[in-house]
């Protein structure tokens, strides 16, 4: 064994043994504050509380959410895509790849009997990429997948705390072409649209045009990620403050400088190409040229701009990027790329690109634009003395089959009436079963 595979395995025993350590406190913690909560009060306040960062879906969240899916589920499937489903947990490996664009730190990871380091899915795009690289991996070419799912990350003080995540996306696996990315972006476009939301723009933009720029400076790794973190902020004075700096050419410091103000419509790649003094920045703007043209051609460039100063990840993307933006709402509801280095770390080298939507997100800006549905009541309230008999099932079951939602009146212990039960919850018609006979009155 090398000296190297001697550390890493040192490393990995005290990392493993910390996080023993800290689960061993964490019970002992939860063990002592169980004992003074049974002392101190009969009552245990934390029944009735939710961890920080998640919540509760009440029924007409819920209706909306279903609506909202079955649109997207119908959308997806008419354009080829089939859905697949993943784990809600897995191994810590997964997202640990050269790709990894989720600190270990954001992940909430537990073990498995066997002391094996598990975590809840903080992204569902790289177990998408493990299918793909396994049990999919004689499929015709190229793959189309949509999935619907829960990603859990802790996001610290953003995403206003928010640590659990609603999803819903695509990933167009085996296809490095512009028309692919093309195909990803207008149909998160057309999802947008369908789902209701008129009020939004999608950005796009082109990481290999800034990872161009970094490697014509001469930057390394950290240096690069520093100026990335900045650019994608759009902090202008602390980039500038960070090129004083380095030691590179003026002219580069200064076309640096200018990439987080480089957003607007396609004049934005005719300023660009100025900058473009490596093939691999006329590359990059020669790619983002191609798709912008294609959406225009699609009539969809009203809702497209291009902002080169948007840089994610580049460990992951490879290319094309993009977020959806609705109007008076300072967080993206979609966002996506392209990352044609994933798959490879699963064993097979496979170009993909997709996005993913945030449904919860979705359903607020929905209800920001007043585009949520009313929870619908029931359109029978059936009651029924004692005797309840084979006809009343069969009625009951015969109205529902002909669409009708029918709710059966059971006397609740305050004595409230079938009628006074039908007006306070809006059930227009109440149906009742007496003596042998069905009666039906308007409430």
């Known amino acids: 064994m090398t000296e190297g595979g001697s550390k890493s395995i040192i ?11 800290q689960q061993s406190t964490v019970v002992r913690l939860y063990v002592k504050r169980k004992a003074v909560s049974r002392l101190s009060s009969p009552f ?3 029944m009735q509380q939710i961890p920080e960062g998640v919540q509760d879906s009440l029924p007409e969240e819920r209706y909306n959410a279903r609506i909202a899916e079955d649109k997207l589920r119908r959308k ?25 664009s989720i600190e270990q730190e954001q992940m909430y990871k537990f073990f498995e009997p066997g002391s094996r380091i598990m975590v809840l899915r903080p992204d569902i795009t790289m177990p998408i990429a493990r299918i793909a690289a396994t049990k999919m991996k ?13 990603v ?8 206003n705390g928010q640590r659990e ?63 990335r973190h900045l650019t994608d902020q759009k902090n202008k004075l602390a980039l500038e403050m960070q090129l004083k700096e380095l030691s590179i050419p003026a002219e580069t410091k200064n076309n640096l400088l200018k990439i987080p103000m480089m957003f607007g419509g ?33 009539g969809l460039s009203r809702y497209i701009a291009i902002d080169l100063g948007m840089v994610h990840s580049l460990n992951y993307y490879t290319g094309m990027i993009f977020r959806g933006m609705i109007r008076d ?100 018609r109440l149906l009742q079963f007496s003596s042998g006979r069905f009666q039906e009155r308007m409430v």
Not at 181 to 194: F, G, H, Q, R
Not at 273 to 297: F, H, Q, S
Request: with cysteine.
């Open 266 to 298: 396609e004049e934005v790649l005719k300023s660009a190409m100025v900058l473009a003094e490596t093939e691999r920045c006329m590359k990059a703007l020669e790619n983002l040229d191609v798709i912008y043209r294609m959406l225009k051609n699609f």
């Open 329 to 428: 709402m300072g967080y993206p509801v979609c966002g996506g790329g392209r990352y044609d280095s994933l798959v490879s770390e699963f064993g097979k080298d496979l170009p993909a690109t997709g996005f993913a939507l945030d449904m919860r997100r979705i359903l607020m800006a929905l209800e920001r634009q007043k585009g949520l549905a009313p929870l619908p009541v029931a359109d029978i309230l059936f009651v029924y003395d004692s005797s309840v008999n084979k006809e009343c099932y069969r009625k009951i079951q015969s109205l529902r089959s002909e669409g009708l939602r029918v709710e059966i009146f059971l006397p609740a212990e305050n004595g409230m009436t079938a009628e006074a039960y039908a007006r306070e919850k809006g059930i227009p």
């Open 11 to 21: 490393i990995s025993i005290l990392y493993h043994d910390k996080l023993i350590k």
């Open 138 to 150: 004689n499929r015709p070419l190229p793959l189309r997948l949509s999935y619907f799912g829960n």
């Open 152 to 159: 859990y990350r802790y996001e610290g003080q953003r995403q």
């Open 165 to 227: 995540f609603a999803q819903a996306g695509i990933e167009l696996l085996g296809s490095r072409k512009p028309e692919a990315d093309a195909e990803i972006i207008s149909l998160a476009v057309e999802s947008l649209l369908e789902l209701g939301l008129t009020e939004f723009q999608i950005d796009i933009g082109q990481v290999e045009f800034f990872k161009g720029l970094v490697e014509e400076a001469g930057l390394n790794e950290v240096q690069s990620e520093n100026l």
């Open 44 to 46: 245990n306040k934390w």
């Open 76 to 100: 997806f499937h008419l354009s080829g895509y089939d859905e697949v489903d993943t784990p809600l947990f897995e191994y810590l490996d997964i997202f640990e790849g050269k790709t990894a």
